[in-house]
């Protein structure tokens, strides 16, 4: 079960890489093409010129690689989280039994007293002392 933690989450960092290099060629694709509408004065008259073509092409086809990545990441990512459920299950199942209560399980006995009036830890002490000299003298 850890390997496969590992393993899934080994695959999402890598395409969150893909992604951002993906990212980072479609901006530079798109910040040719600004460029050559810019510089190049044919532009807008024929967009033939082999530095238009190369820049949408790098554009266009990372644009596309981005949205399959991204989709890749997001199913990758379900799985982590299912993987993360489990694992979640189990640890409450663990715990829920090392902690289960069952018939031999006593539980401390809250007696209300009107007459105790509990305020500090000290009092708790002197409290304490008198009740077992009152009932010292009892006996």
């Known amino acids: 079960m850890a390997q496969r933690l590992c393993h899934a989450e080994k695959n999402e960092r890598c395409l969150l890489c893909a992604c951002r290099l993906v990212g980072l060629i479609a901006l530079l694709g798109l910040a040719g093409l600004g460029y050559s509408a810019v510089l190049l004065p044919e532009f807008f008259d024929h967009a ?14 990372s644009l596309l690689c981005l949205v ?24 409450t199942k ?25 305020t500090s830890a000290r009092e708790v002490v002197q409290i304490h002392s008198v009740v077992q000299l009152s009932s010292s003298k009892a006996s």
Request: charged share 20%; no cysteine; proline share 3%.
């Open 68 to 91: 399959v990545f991204l989709g890749l990441w997001l199913w990758y990512r379900s799985a982590l989280n299912r993987i993360h459920d489990e694992y979640r299950r189990l640890i």
């Open 48 to 61: 033939t010129h082999i530095v238009i073509q190369v820049f949408s092409a790098v554009g266009l086809g």
């Open 94 to 118: 663990t715990l829920e039994a090392r902690f289960k209560t069952t018939a031999t399980t006593f539980y401390p006995l809250v007696v209300e007293d009107p007459h105790l009036r509990i």
